[in-house]
């Protein structure tokens, strides 16, 4: 299984931001998939969940500015993030187990700074 991150980078408070994640060696409309995130000095946290299904949960912490999305037929999870604060400064992992394990993508740095 491998999970390719894309679309970090640097905003500056307030914007917007796609994140994107492509899937490849599974079965992806199967299976949840998850975003998680680590900032400076902090334990990776999560995010966001969405199963098989389309059913999402999102922290509360970002409740409200990121949804998590999927296209199964491009087996591409997406995590659009608005109205961005400075606390969002993370790097940023999308996540996916299966019968044959877990996995993470390499991660994608996002930045919100002014």
């Known amino acids: 299984v491998q999970l390719v991150e894309s679309g970090g980078g640097l905003v500056q408070p307030g914007e917007s931001q796609r994140l994107s994640c492509a899937a490849s060696?599974?079965?992806?409309?199967?299976?949840?998939m998850g975003w998680y995130r680590q900032a400076p000095g902090k334990q990776r946290e999560l995010v966001a969940l969405?199963?098989?299904?389309?059913?999402?949960t999102v922290v509360d912490s970002v409740k409200g500015r990121l949804t998590i999305s999927r296209d199964n037929d491009e087996s591409t999870v997406y995590l659009q993030m608005n109205s961005l604060k400075p606390e969002d400064t993370a790097v940023y992992y999308c996540?996916?187990?299966?019968?044959?394990?877990?996995?993470w993508g390499q991660g994608a740095q996002v930045t919100v700074s002014s």
């Open positions: 969405i199963t098989s299904g389309g059913r999402t």
């Open positions: 996540y996916e187990a299966d019968p044959s394990g877990a996995y």
């Open positions: 060696g599974t079965i992806f409309s199967m299976y949840a």
